[in-house]
């Protein structure tokens, strides 16, 4: 095995991966089945996500899982599942989520119950229902991974209408850092991973509308590419890795350093 491979490598790791089957997931997931990890995705369509899986088992191991991870009932049936079939699990990515936006003035409460269960409560009830699994993959030398997806309207506040998705990512945020402090001990690292501009299906209608502005705005000028998303995650999860936890990564191109917004 060359240094790299050492540092970088994943091969035969078990990994799970919510929101799996499209958008920032699913560039995550092809990541690591190329990367020749055991991939488990999850999505609530289980069509798109049975399709997917069987897209990526050609050149890798990919298996679906479909559930609902919007209650605590679909998380821990989504844990149980996986325990069926792997007696560990070395890295779970919480990326399932949600959007809405509507003006202040009609921005409905029921938004408020919708994104915050997803964003945020999945991301809690996972980790805590999968627990025995993420230890049982634990040592001092090779801690198990949360990776949690964020963005970086969790860091600086949106142009968007879009007030319980930003307040929910800047809790993801906080809740890794918490995360982190209770779950070192067990040898388990918690980091959250926060997006700019990927073309996604949550982002496809804003970069339909905003594209050329959204890049002009960004210093690096350009929208993430799948390998930028698939880069930050393998690292988080490889042993170059291992030594970061409570993080929040920015990964938008220099977006969340500018003045302005979009």
Known sequence: MSYLDDLFGIK??????TGGSRGIGL????????AGAKVYISARKAEVCDAQAARLSKTGFCVSLPADVSTQQGCEALAATLRTREARLDILVNNAGANWGAP??????SAWDKVLALNVK??????RALLPELEKAATKEHPARVINIGSIDGLRAP????YSYSASKAAVHHLSRVLAQKLAPKHITVNA??????ESKMMHETLEKFHDYIVASCPLKRIGEPSDMAGIAIYLASRAGAYLTGAVIPVDGGISTWKGSW
């Open 12 to 17: 035969d790791k078990v990994a799970l991966v």
């Open 27 to 34: 560039m995550i997931a092809e990541g690591f089945v190329a």
């Open 104 to 109: 202040l003035e009609s921005f409905p409460d």
């Open 122 to 127: 999945s991301v809690f009830h996972l980790t």
């Open 159 to 162: 142009e968007m209408d879009t």
């Open 193 to 198: 991973i926060a997006p700019g501009p990927f």
